[in-house]
């Protein structure tokens, strides 16, 4: 199961208001890349897709493809807004490394 933060929900009601498409969820997803070898991403999804994982958290349906889930279960997710600048963080349970920027993690 993976955790939104309050300011995390607003954030993305945020961006979900402001789109002019009929928006289904928010994709979270585990991609390989980044400096520690797999990073996340975020998108807002106009559909389910088959065999999502559709979690709904305070009013906001998160959508986790099956080869994410194992990797995501747990997370918490916040959404940092500060003079340094603004985005999502992950606290990933799963992660046995990290990169500095906090943008990807290595299992």
Known sequence: MITLTESAI???NRFIDSSDKNIAGLRIKVDGGGCSGLQYRLRLEETIAEGDLVQEMNGLTMLIDEA???LLDGVTVDFIDSMEGSGFKFENPNAT???GCGKSFAC
């Open 97 to 99: 490394g990290s990169c």
């Open 68 to 70: 994410s889930q194992p």
């Open 10 to 12: 607003a954030a993305v």
